[in-house]
């Protein structure tokens, strides 16, 4: 029966074992992680199929795993307030400009990454109001 009242919120776990070198996540209802190789050029995403938590007790969430990763990929975990942010001509910022930020500052930490993420979005929207959280955790490999 759902449980379903208004209330609900999606959430996006990530353990990072560093002596394994593995990669283990579950998503509650939460857009994929974003994962970046600089070395390949190349993007791959940390999805999961889970839904938000508070809709139906008891669902069953199903953990992921990967194995390994290379010196400097970066992680991007974020709010759909980013990509759903909007200007003052009512166009989203989008995964690609995301995606694009994160290709482009990939050489440097990650929280100067976040900054750039965090500085792009808000000048993007300009004077418009905010209408969502902008949320955003950036890990760098090593």
């Not at 353990?15 to 939460?30: N, P, V």
């Not at 791959?44 to 992921?64: K, M, S, T």
């Not at 003052?88 to 440097?108: C, I, P, W, Y």
Request: net charge negative.
């Amino acid at each position: 029966s759902s449980q379903f009242n208004g209330r609900f919120m999606t959430l996006f776990f990530l353990m990072i074992d560093t002596e394994q070198k593995q990669l283990r996540w579950l998503s509650a209802g939460h857009d994929p992680a974003v994962v970046y190789d600089p070395g390949s050029d190349s993007f791959d995403y940390l999805a999961g199929e889970g839904i938000p938590l508070g809709v139906q007790r008891g669902w069953q969430y199903e953990e992921h795993q990967r194995d390994g990763w290379s010196n400097g990929q970066v992680i991007v975990i974020g709010t759909d307030g980013i990509w759903e942010c909007r200007n003052a001509a009512s166009e989203m910022f989008g995964k690609q400009r995301l995606d694009e930020l994160v290709r482009t500052h990939a050489k440097h930490s990650a929280e100067q990454i976040a900054r750039a993420i965090s500085d792009a979005v808000h000048a993007f929207k300009g004077e418009r109001e905010q209408q969502d959280d902008i949320t955003c955790v950036v890990v760098k490999m090593a």
